[in-house]
C-alpha cells in the first residue's frame, strides 16, 4: 500500500431534477455496497457509496435529494443545495454529475446550466433516451458538449450500457487540477432575477434546437424494419420532441380521467392496504412457528431456571411477537415503492391536492401522509417537500394518527381475537374499518386545527402545488426491493433494541421481588403448580404494583392492571403492546405464539370484577385507543426536531392521548350499554 | 386576456408573460412555464383543480391560481 490511498477519496456528486434517473444511475455506480448517511444536524439522508471496483476508479459518490434549480423553494431543497456547496464531512465535490431527462431536456439543462456556471466541475449525463427515442428523436452528444462546454454522456441507468463511457469521462476531470478546482468559491443562485432566469431558458432552447435531431433510421442495417419504426411513430413526428410520452398520456386519460380518476385511486389505495393483511399471512405463519420453536426448545434445554424464563419469556417470546409482523411491514414498503417507481403517487397527491387543501393541508402531504403507514418518522422527513411551512406543519401534526405498521401487530392480535379463525377475510375488512378511520380522525384533526386553532401552528404563508407527473415507467422491481428491503432492516435497527429492552425490563418487573413464591401445593399436580406459581408470582410482582396504581385510570374502560401496564409499556414503541401482553399472561407453553396469546386471553378474567378481561367491548376500545393516542417516543423526537420546538410534540401527545382515552371510554361503555 | 385556467382539454397555447406579483412566479418560470412556450391542458383532478399541463416533454400539476397567472398570447 501507499500513501496516495491513505488519502481522502475524490468526491463525485450526482445532482438532477426530481425524476431524472438519478438514483437508478447511482445504483448502476454502486452495485450492491451502498450505506445512507444523514446530513449533520439534520435527518436529510444521503446515500454514499465507492465506485464498484470493477470500473477501476477509486472515488466516493454522494446522491443528493432532487432539485430543480440551485434557488431553494423547500427545506429539503435548502439542505440538498448546501450540501452540494460544501458538505460538513465530505466536502465540496470534485466533480459533479448532472443527470438530465433527454425527454424533457429544455427543463432539466436549466440546472445543468447553473451548476456549470457556478463553477462546478461538471458532466452531464443524459437519461431516459428510450423515451425521446420512441418519438423519434435523439440527443447528438458532440453537439451538446460543445455547446455546453462540458463533458455530456448517454447512459442507459437500468441496462447499464453507457456507464462505462461515463466513466471514461470521470478519470481525467479526477486528476490533480481537480483538486485545485474545489478550492474555489462557488457563486451562489439564490434570487436569480427573472431576466436572469428568462435569459437562460432562452440560451437552452437555442441549444435544444441544435442537438435534440431526428433519429436516422435509413443508417440501420434493416431497412424494412426502420420504416415500420417509422410508420408507428409518424403521428408523434408531428408534435416535435416536446411531446409528453404517448404512453403516459394514454394511461392517464383513464388514470386520471374526471370521471374515474378518484375511484381508481381509492381502489389502488383500497388494494394497497388489503394486500397488507392478505398476502403477508403465510409468512406470519412461519415466523410465528419458527419463534414458538426456538422458545420451546430454549426452556427445554434450560430446564426450570430463572434465566430459562429469561431467555425464553423475556427474549425470545418478547422479540418474536414483534417480529411477527415483519412481513406486513415489507410488504407495505414494496407497494409503497411501486407505487412509487411507477409514477402513480404524483399523480395521487394531484388528485387529491383540492380536498386536502380545504382542510390546510396540500397535495404534497399526499406521499407524507402514506408514508405515514410505514412508520412516522420517514414520514414527517418527507414533508420536507412541502414548501408552505404552516401545510408543512400541520401535516407533521397530524402524521401519527396514519396507523403505522408497529400499530399492525397489536391490530392483528386484537382482530384475531375477535374474528373465527375460519374467516380470515373478516379480519382484512375490519383493519380496513381500522385504516378508514384512522384516516377520516386524522382529516378531521386537520380540520379542526386548520379552522380554530391558529395558536397550535400560526405560520402564515403562501400555498402552491406544483409537481410534475413523470412519465409511467415499468418499475425496476430489482431495486424496489432492494429498498423494501433496507427500510425493513432500518426498521428493525430502530425498534429492535427498544423491543429488546422493554422485554427484558418487562419481564423483570412480572418476575420480581417474589420469583419463587412459596405455596402450599399439597394433591396438585406439576402443570397446576406451574400455573400457580406463575399466577402467584405475577400478582405480587412489581407490575403488579405499579398497575394497581394506575387502575383507577384503567377501571373506567372496564380494563384492569395488566392492560394498564401494557399500555404503558407501549408508549415506548406501540409494538410493545403485544410483547407485554405475552410477558404478562406468560405465554410460551405452545407451538404457535399467537394462538397461545389468543387463548391466554380469552382465560383471563379481570381482577377486579371477576369477569372476563377482553370482551368485545374492551377490544374494541383498545383499538380506538390504538387509533388516536401517540405513544412513540422516537416519534416525539423526530416531531421535536422537525418542527423546530416542543410546542408541537407535546400538543400532539396531549391532545391526541386525551382523545384516544375519551374515545375508549365512550366506546367502551356505549358497547356494553347495548349489550355486548 | 387569456389565462392558461381557461384553457379547455386538448386546447394548445403560447405563453406571452408570468404574472410577477404571483408568489409563486420564480417557481413557473424555473419549472419551465417561461414565455414563448407551447403548453397544452391535458388532464385535471375531479375538481377541475390542480390542472395538469404537457410542457417542455412532460406533464407539470399546478394549481387553478397558479395557472391563472400564467398569461398566454
Known amino acids: ?676 | 386576456m387569456k389565462t392558461a385556467s381557461e384553457l379547455h382539454f386538448g386546447e394548445r397555447a403560447i405563453i406571452s408573460d408570468i404574472d410577477n406579483s404571483h408568489p409563486s412566479f420564480r417557481r413557473l418560470l424555473e419549472i419551465g412555464f417561461t414565455p414563448g412556450q407551447e403548453i397544452e391542458l391535458v388532464n385535471s383532478s375531479a375538481f377541475n383543480d390542480p390542472m395538469a399541463f404537457a410542457l417542455r416533454g412532460t406533464l407539470i400539476a399546478i394549481r387553478k391560481h397558479e395557472a391563472d397567472c400564467i398569461i398566454l398570447s
Not at chain 1, 431516459?128 to 462540458?150: F, P
Not at chain 1, 431456571?305 to 425470545?316: H, K, N, V
Open chain 1, 1 to 676: 500500500m501507499n500513501t496516495a490511498s491513505l488519502e481522502k477519496l475524490h468526491l463525485i456528486t450526482l445532482v438532477g431534477p426530481p425524476n431524472s434517473g438519478k438514483t437508478t444511475l447511482f445504483n448502476q455506480l454502486s452495485g450492491k455496497n451502498f450505506k445512507t448517511v444523514n446530513y449533520p444536524g439534520s435527518t436529510v439522508e444521503y446515500s454514499t457509496c465507492k465506485i464498484q471496483s470493477k470500473f477501476g476508479i477509486q472515488a466516493d459518490v454522494l446522491d443528493s435529494p432532487g432539485i430543480i434549480s440551485l434557488n431553494p423553494n423547500s427545506p429539503d431543497e435548502e439542505v440538498s443545495i448546501n450540501s452540494l456547496y460544501n458538505h460538513p464531512e465530505l466536502g465540496s465535490p470534485h466533480l459533479v454529475i448532472a443527470t438530465a431527462d433527454a425527454s424533457q431536456i429544455s427543463r432539466h439543462l436549466l440546472l445543468a446550466k447553473q451548476l456549470i456556471e457556478s463553477g462546478f466541475n461538471v458532466i452531464v449525463a443524459i437519461t431516459m433516451n428510450d423515451i425521446l427515442a420512441n418519438r423519434g428523436y435523439e440527443v447528438d452528444e458532440n453537439k451538446l458538449s460543445e455547446q455546453l462546454g462540458c463533458g455530456v454522456v448517454k447512459v442507459d441507468g437500468r441496462s447499464g450500457i453507457g456507464i462505462d463511457k461515463l466513466l471514461s469521462c470521470v478519470k481525467p476531470k479526477l486528476s490533480a487540477d481537480a483538486d485545485e478546482n474545489t478550492s474555489h468559491p462557488f457563486k451562489a443562485f439564490e434570487n436569480i432575477s427573472k431576466e436572469k432566469l428568462l435569459a437562460m431558458y432562452s440560451d437552452i432552447e437555442r441549444i435544444e434546437r441544435n442537438v435534440i435531431v431526428p433519429i436516422n433510421y435509413v443508417s440501420q442495417p434493416n431497412i424494412k424494419k426502420a420504416n415500420e419504426k417509422l410508420k408507428i411513430l409518424n403521428p408523434t413526428l408531428k408534435y416535435g420532441s416536446n411531446r409528453p410520452d404517448e404512453r403516459t398520456l394514454k394511461i392517464d386519460s383513464y388514470l386520471l380521467s374526471r370521471r374515474l380518476g378518484l375511484l381508481f385511486f381509492f381502489l389502488i389505495m383500497a388494494f394497497t392496504f388489503t394486500s397488507i393483511f392478505w398476502l403477508a399471512h403465510p409468512f406470519m405463519e412461519l415466523v410465528d412457528e419458527f419463534f414458538g420453536y426456538l422458545s420451546n426448545s430454549a426452556s427445554g434445554l434450560l430446564g426450570n431456571t430463572w434465566y430459562s424464563d429469561l431467555i425464553a419469556d423475556g427474549i425470545i417470546s418478547g422479540t418474536g411477537s414483534v417480529l411477527v409482523f415483519l412481513p406486513q411491514i415489507l410488504i407495505l414498503f414494496l407497494i409503497l415503492g411501486l407505487l412509487e417507481d411507477t409514477g402513480y403517487l404524483a399523480r395521487g397527491a394531484m388528485l387529491i391536492d383540492k380536498p386536502l387543501s380545504k382542510i390546510g393541508l396540500n397535495g404534497k402531504s399526499f406521499v407524507p401522509m402514506l408514508s405515514g403507514f410505514a412508520c412516522a418518522i420517514p414520514a414527517m422527513l418527507a414533508a420536507r417537500t412541502i414548501s408552505n411551512k404552516r401545510e408543512r406543519l400541520l401535516t407533521i401534526f397530524i402524521i401519527p394518527l396514519m396507523s403505522c405498521s408497529a400499530r399492525l401487530p397489536v391490530y392483528a392480535l386484537l382482530i384475531a381475537f375477535l374474528t373465527p379463525p375460519d374467516k380470515a377475510w373478516l379480519g382484512g375488512i375490519a383493519l380496513a374499518g381500522i385504516y378508514i378511520s384512522s384516516i377520516l380522525g386524522s382529516l378531521i384533526v386537520a380540520a379542526f386545527i386548520n379552522k380554530f386553532n391558529k395558536k397550535i401552528i400560526n405560520t402564515l404563508d403562501s400555498s402552491s402545488f406544483i409537481l410534475e407527473l413523470p412519465a409511467y415507467r415499468v418499475p425496476k422491481i430489482k431495486n424496489v426491493i432492494r429498498n423494501s428491503f433496507e427500510s425493513a432492516k432500518q426498521y428493525i435497527y430502530r425498534a429492535g433494541p427498544i423491543i429488546l429492552v422493554l422485554s427484558i425490563a418487562i419481564w423483570l418487573l412480572t418476575y420480581f421481588p417474589n420469583h419463587t413464591p412459596e405455596l402450599n401445593t399439597d394433591g396438585l399436580t406439576h402443570d397446576e403448580v406451574v400455573q400457580m406459581v406463575k399466577a402467584e408470582r405475577l400478582s405480587t410482582s412489581y407490575a403488579a404494583a405499579l398497575g394497581k396504581f394506575i387502575q383507577p385510570v384503567m377501571s373506567p374502560l372496564g380494563m384492569d392492571w395488566r392492560i394498564g401496564v401494557s399500555l404503558i409499556a407501549a408508549f415506548a414503541a406501540r409494538e410493545v403492546f403485544v410483547s407485554s401482553l405475552a410477558m404478562i399472561f406468560k405465554v410460551t407453553d405452545e407451538d404457535n405464539l399467537q394462538s397461545s396469546i389468543l387463548f391466554a386471553m380469552k382465560d383471563a378474567v379481570n381482577e377486579e370484577t371477576g369477569k372476563p378481561l377482553f370482551t368485545v367491548p374492551t377490544i374494541i376500545g383498545l383499538i380506538v385507543f390504538f387509533i388516536f393516542a401517540m405513544q412513540c417516543i422516537s416519534t416525539v423526537a423526530v416531531s421535536k426536531k422537525e418542527t423546530g420546538g416542543w410546542r408541537i410534540p407535546i400538543l400532539q401527545v396531549v391532545i391526541f392521548t386525551a382523545t384516544a382515552y375519551v374515545f375508549s371510554f365512550i366506546t367502551v361503555n356505549l358497547l356494553v350499554l347495548v349489550g355486548f
